[in-house]
Structures are given as C-alpha cells and as structure tokens.
C-alpha cells in the first residue's frame, strides 16, 4: 500500500515564475491537507480540500496561491509569480475520512532564486 | 497559535525510556491530543493519540492527566533512530485541522 507521495521533491524556480506542486493521496483517502515549513519552524496549516471541493482554505494567502483537488488525479498547489519568502518545503496530508490521523507525504522543497 | 507547550529541547540515553511533555491547559472536553515526530526533514509521522485515557501502541504510550491539563509521550526503549522533533498537538475531529508548535527536538545520545 503506497503511502502519500509528493512530487517533484525539489524544485528550482526564478522569482516571478509559477510553481506546481503535486500530491497523490493514500487509496482509498479523499481528504488532503497543504502544509508549509520555513526553516526550523513547524507546519502551518494552509487548505483542507476533498475531492472537488476546497472545505478550508483560512491559511492560504490571499493572492497567487490556489488549490485544487480534482475528481480524478493529484491534489495541486500552485503558486504564481513566486517570491523568495514563497521558499520552504510543503507537505501534504492525506486521510481517509474527518477525524483520523493524518498521513504526510515525503515535502517539496521549494526554492526560490 | 498552538495550543500547546513542549520543551523545545531534550536528551536521552540510548536504551533509555524518553519521557517528552506537554502541557495543554487549554484543552476542551472533545478535544483529542495527538503526537507526531519529524525525523530530520521528512513528512510528520504519526505516533500515537488520545481523548483520556492512556494509550498504548507499538511505538509509544501516551499518559493524560486526569484534568487533561498535560501529557507525556513515552518511548520505552528510546534508539538512535528516535532523534526527531516531536510535536504534541490537541484538535477537535470535527475541525480538522492541526495547529504545529515548535516541538522538542529529542537527541538520542549513544
């Protein structure tokens, strides 16, 4: 049973680009969370989404920054226009209904040049 | 801001139990505490959760006071491999979501 995976790993992108970041669920899981970490920080939550629809999305900023979680397919964070405060390392969760225990994907560190 | 207070640092023999608090004075009546390590810089890892009760499970036991007011994680026999960052985090099922501190970063000393 594969677990929650993440790609690409690390990712290079020169400010004011787009970045796309990719999460494939556990089977069977149709919840997913977007987590970020700066350096020596712990996560911070930014959207909860289950298939098609975004149920919390109160710690995304406001601009450049989306979410989506289609019918078929990865979840995908993306954010436009990056800016070096964009860099960090994203983590995404999955579960299988609400209240259980979340399972992290591996990161995507995201760096900013 | 998290609702709970943790150690930001600890150390432990190899071989020896790790005992890691938490303090949640916050915490409500349908409020779980969860525990969680990241090893190095990979994705959190689950360990172990509670409501009230202590819990026991393959990795860890989880001791809650009877006001609910605190928590101790326990690793029996604590390895190399234990060195993380532990994070305790208290959330309500049906708000989903996880509020992170900063956690305590467990040095396993050989």
């Known amino acids: 049973n594969a677990g929650v995976m993440q790609n690409p790993r690390h990712l290079v992108r020169r400010r004011g680009q787009e970045a796309r970041l990719r999460c494939s669920p556990m089977?069977?899981?149709?919840?997913v969370y977007w987590y970020r970490q700066l350096p020596e920080e712990g996560l911070k939550f930014m959207v909860y989404?289950?298939?098609?629809?975004?149920?919390?999305e109160s710690g995304m900023p406001k601009e450049r920054f989306s979410a989506e979680f289609p019918k078929e397919g990865p979840s995908i964070l993306r954010i436009q226009q990056v800016v070096r405060g964009d860099s960090a390392a994203y983590f995404c969760?999955?579960?299988?209904?609400?209240?259980?225990?979340?399972?992290f994907g591996p990161g995507t560190r995201l760096t900013v040049t | 801001d998290a609702k709970t207070t943790q150690p930001p640092s600890m150390d432990c023999a190899e071989g020896r139990a790790a005992n890691l608090p938490c303090n949640h004075s916050?915490?409500?009546?349908?409020?779980?505490v969860y525990w969680y390590r990241q090893i190095h810089s990979q994705g959190p890892q689950y360990i172990i959760h509670?409501?009230?009760n202590n819990e026991t499970n393959e990795m860890a036991s989880l001791i809650i006071t009877e006001d609910r007011k605190s928590s101790t994680l326990i690793l029996p026999h604590a390895t190399l491999r234990d060195t993380a960052v532990y994070y305790c985090?208290?959330?309500?099922?049906?708000?989903?979501?996880?509020?992170f501190g900063t956690g305590t970063r467990l040095k396993v000393l050989a």
């Open positions: 985090i208290v959330t309500n099922p049906g708000t989903y979501k996880y509020i």
């Open positions: 989404l289950q298939k098609e629809n975004i149920i919390d």
């Open positions: 509670g409501l009230k």
């Open positions: 969760a999955s579960l299988p209904g609400q209240g259980n225990e979340q399972y």
């Open positions: 916050t915490i409500s009546g349908n409020e779980y």
């Open positions: 089977k069977g899981h149709s919840h």
